[in-house]
């Protein structure tokens, strides 16, 4: 085969690479075509969604600008399959110039037969292809009218689209009036509803009345019946009226006559001498007049002497031999109400008395008394009764028979207990003995008012409670102010005797929850802190009886427990923050609750929060405790009788402030179990205290 053959080869099987390379073209151009009337019959389906036509919009506008990219992509191909096309012509330009090789072409027919096979088959494709083009192009001009309907319609939705923000904007320009008239039509409907209650409680109301009216009739008509006798009986009383003032003028005469008579007894009475007081045997001496009241109470003998002076116990020292001394003796108070009952003594300048409530036989009267015993502090009890209803019931009395005063063992224990000896008794002439035994300034003594609330408080503890108020602040040396002392009337004395009630003598008492008993007045706990025992949730046995140890053998020093005594200015910055934070929302939800706080109250939460022993030495006072501690002995005693219902977000708020900001889960899972319990039975709130596990 010569070259020429060769190249005649080659030709054609360039030319059916060609046709091939087109009928590939040609095919792709169409399966891209029929892609894009695919998006175009979508988009006519998303055209009949007019509801959607507004947020749809910007989709479609990208949607054509890929149909135009489309578009100038099928231009492009367009314009190679003309290229493709000129290329062809020439090619058969040249097939024809070579009419000196159709006789090698011949010869090579064998060859070709298959090439021109292959030729007629790609015809035949190309062909097909250009059907297929002319349906091509035949459904792109359907597909440019879709095109063209959807401009239109975008034009018409834009159209739609401005009318509707023009729509809109006067919906917004009609919607403060509409909004006026639904807010007037809502007044309207409450008002209607509070109208339909009231008028529904006033028919409940009328039906009470009607009832009331008809039990009035019927208790009406022996009234009348009674009137009528009234009547009848005033006239005859008128009578006796008349009778009466005949009689009184009688009386009159008689009275001027026994007025005169007794002034005449007054100036015989006058110049009779009082044996003891004057006359002959001259006025009694001050020993037989003052009587009981030189002689120490029996409190003062044990423990007898002080403890020594460089023997010195650190506060948590103190506090934990306490502790130990309670175990040993069977009683197992928490920690809590250890530290509690300690602090509240301690702030007696500013809570003067500390009350142990709850129900009979919960520990009340034993806690203090071996409190004293573990720190050897004088203990007197005094057993309150009944009748009491003055100062005298505390103090005593003097006897006009027996012409002496006859002082109860607190008056004693005042006297003796007096560092500035304001009775003045160490003056005294005692004949025989040569003097009293010395003041014990520096001892201190506990009184237990046992069973307090059996006559009421601020009867016979008011005067007390004002003098104790009154009190200058602690100061070693300091004179008693004439206000903060207790007059005695002791008649022939010849001088004014007042006892005053130092610092060193600590007031607590007991109250029993039942019926024979007092409720304590506001006054009461305004002045001091209340510590209420729960009733236990199981009586557990007995404690084993064994070798209990015996009370502190020497006194407590005055001195040592003034030290344990802090003041406002001990609190860090960050605490006084807390408490001022605290004693703030306590004031809002006490003035909320109907029942406020003052100054008075403040001070002593802050001396309370200052004087809480630290865990151990060297760490800070838990101030959280100490103010659920206040909350707990001063805030939830005075909300005695608030309704529960009407207050309960009031409750539940104080309940968060204990649980959340205090950190006391127990008092405040206590607080939320009273106010539900409390609420379905009587509806009042009484605080019934917390047993602490």
Known sequence: MNSGSTELVLAAFLLSAVLAIVAAVVAISYYIRRARLGDAVKNERLVAENAELAERIEAKKEEIRSLDQKVSERDRVAVEVLALQAMLESLRAEYAALEDARHEIREVQSLAAEAAGAYAEAKQALDAVRGDHERMEQELRRGEEALARIARQEEEAKAAAEAARAELAGLEASLPPLRAERDAALRIIEEARLAERGFAEMQARISELHGEAQRLQAALAPLRQETEKTISEAAAARMAMQEAQLALRAFEAQKAALEAQIEQLKRELSSIPIPGVDGPGGPLPERELLGELLSPPNCLASPPALRGAKRKRAEAEALHHVSGYLRAHGLNYHERTLKGFHTALKINDFAQITVLAGVSGTGKSLLPRRYAEALGIHFLQIAVEPRWDSPQDMLGFYNYIEKRFRPTDLARLLAFMDPA?????????????????????????????????????????????????????????????????????????????????????????????????????????????????????????????????????????????????????????????????????????????????????????????????????????????????????????????????????????????????????????????????????????????????
Request: charged letters at 30%.
């Open 421 to 693: 000896d304001t009775a003045a008794l160490s003056g005294v002439d005692l004949g025989e003995k040569k003097s009293l035994p010395p003041m014990k300034g520096d001892h201190m003594a506990l009184v237990l008012l046992d069973e307090m609330n059996l006559a009421r408080i601020e009867y016979y503890f008011s005067e007390f409670l004002s003098r104790l108020e009154v009190r200058d602040p602690y100061r070693k040396d300091a004179k008693p102010r004439l206000d903060a002392t207790i007059p005695i009337d002791i008649r022939g004395l010849g001088r004014d005797l007042r006892l005053f009630p130092s610092h060193n003598v600590l007031f607590t008492g007991t109250m029993n929850d039942d019926e024979s008993t007092q409720a304590i007045s506001p006054k009461v706990m305004d002045r001091g802190n209340i510590l209420q025992f729960a009733a236990p949730a199981k009586l557990e046995g007995a404690a084993q009886s064994g070798t209990a140890p015996e009370p502190e053998p020497e006194a407590q020093r005055f001195e040592e427990w003034r030290g344990w005594v802090k003041g406002f200015g001990d609190l860090s910055a960050s605490q006084r923050s807390q408490v001022d934070k605290a004693t703030g929302e306590i004031a809002v939800l006490m003035e909320g609750f109907g029942r406020p706080i003052g100054y008075r109250t403040r001070d002593a939460i802050y001396a309370y929060c200052a004087n809480y022993p630290p865990p151990d030495l060297g760490r800070e006072i838990d101030i959280r405790a100490a103010l659920a501690d206040q909350v707990e002995f001063r805030i939830l005693p005075r909300l005695r009788g608030v309704e529960i219902e009407s207050n309960l977000s009031a409750f539940e708020r104080l309940a968060m402030l204990i649980g959340k900001e205090l950190n006391d889960e127990p008092l405040a899972e206590r607080l939320n179990a009273l106010t539900a319990s409390q609420k379905d039975s009587t509806n009042l709130f009484s605080w019934r205290g917390l047993t602490r596990s």
